[in-house]
């Protein structure tokens, strides 16, 4: 029978608790540079945000956050491979 106790894990939790506020604000920071034109900085900003999302969806064992995350991932890769017309 599985226990229904929590284990705590400070360590972890104090790093994911980074991850996620250094992701979000990133994150804030590529709007910002969408919003003034700052190409590609914006995508820059972007790719880092979704990649530490995307880690904090594998430490917290969430499937949903990373396949979120990994979908925003690709289409960032397709759509910068891909370039856009000048």
Sequence with gaps: MPSDAVIERPGVDRGVFAVKWGASIIQIMGYTATGFGWTPWN??????????????????????????????LGAMIAGMASGSPS
Excluded at 48 to 70: K, P, Q, S, T, Y
């Design 43 to 72: 995508l820059y900003l972007f790719l880092i945000g979704v990649l530490g999302w995307f880690a904090v969806g594998v430490l917290w064992n969430d499937r949903a956050l990373m396949l979120v995350h990994l979908v925003a």
